[in-house]
């Protein structure tokens, strides 16, 4: 039982926090691709800047004195949030909404997005520097040890506060989309433009204000994802940089275009890459009691080093490009 405890605390909810944070950051890109039909690679910076938003107000509120029961980065999610998808409008209005314009193929607006990541990041840096930050410069990160004693275990269930928070905030976030999507007059057009853009437009769909939604739930979502990582890590200019490759992963592996597919693939990818980093030897070591001396388990045994944990997400790709182009839910042809 030992084992099975170590396991749940390095895997699943290692994993489980992982895939939030995919999940979100690919649902972004998905709805992006599905209503604008470019891959958003600038989708990285909107993450950062996100987050740099909410570390500027966290450190607004400790400088009046403001303490909160949970983590300020929580607290003040919902304001960066709306900074970051007015972000997200000014990016569009000025970048990408001049192409459109001009009838500019969806390469053209993917290489825009690659000089909109380069510019953003050089101005985070410019601004910041090139030094990481923490959340928990002013408060402590509470850690949360569960006793498992009662199942014969001497390892106790750990995690810490903003690993539990997250969890709750996907949860909740996962679920205001599915109604939004599902129950409002915006999110039913936003699914009808995915599905046509020329048939909702002829529906009389207002496309101009759908694209705008899009870029405020996109920008709100990135702004959510990136708070979510810099809590449980650390806050730097290029802190989703690194990770946009699994989030595209996660959205092609879902079905581009489908947000509950983003959603299953940003899991999956994260739980993925927990599984393939594992230490398997710390499950497995009762085994040894039983193999020979030559077939003893080693000190290590994971699937590949903790350095080359993004090469998982590049692996679940290739086979789904080669299996299931259209991704778990039937999305856009990859």
């Known amino acids: 039982m030992t084992e099975l405890i170590f396991f749940i605390n390095q895997v699943v909810i290692a994993g489980a926090v992982l895939g939030c944070i995919y999940a979100l950051g690919a649902v972004g890109i998905t709805l992006i691709f599905g209503i604008l039909r470019f891959a958003h690679f600038a989708h990285s910076e909107l993450m950062t800047s996100g987050a740099f938003f909410a570390f ?25 949030m709306v900074l970051s998808a007015i972000f997200a409008l000014g990016i569009d209005k000025g970048f990408y909404a001049p192409l459109r314009k001009r009838g500019a193929k969806p390469v053209i607006l993917l290489i825009a997005s690659i000089g909109v990541t380069l510019m953003v990041q050089g101005l985070i840096r410019l601004f910041f520097g090139a030094g990481s930050y923490s959340f928990f410069e ?43 999507l599902t129950r409002s007059r915006l999110g039913k057009a936003m699914r009808a433009m995915a599905d046509n853009a020329d048939l909702a437009q002829v529906s009389g769909i207002n ?82 009691a039983v193999l020979p001396e030559w077939a003893q388990l080693p000190a290590t045994l994971a699937l590949v080093p903790t350095e080359y944990k ?7 790709l290739v086979v789904v490009l080669l299996v299931r182009p259209t991704g778990i839910f039937k999305g856009a042809s990859s």
């Open 207 to 288: 496309t101009a204000l759908v694209v705008r939604v899009t870029w405020v739930v996109a920008g709100a979502l990135a702004c959510m994802a990136g708070t979510m990582l810099a809590l449980d890590v650390t806050l730097k200019p290029d802190l989703a940089f690194n990770i946009i490759i699994p989030i595209f992963a996660a959205a092609i592996v879902g079905g581009l275009g489908q947000a509950y597919g983003a959603i299953a693939g940003g899991l999956l990818i994260g739980m993925a890459e927990s599984l393939a980093v594992f230490n398997w030897t710390m499950v497995l070591r009762p085994l040894n």
């Open 310 to 316: 993004l090469t998982v997400a590049f692996v679940i």
């Open 138 to 180: 002013t408060e402590t990160k509470d850690v949360f040890r569960i006793d498992t004693a009662f199942l014969g275990s001497t390892r106790p269930l750990v995690i810490t506060e903003p690993q539990l928070l997250m969890i709750v905030v996907t949860v909740v976030s996962v679920l205001a989309l599915h109604f939004f």
């Open 56 to 80: 500027l107000l966290a450190m607004l509120f400790a400088s009046w004195g403001i303490t909160t029961p949970i983590p300020t980065g929580f607290v003040v999610l919902p304001i960066a």
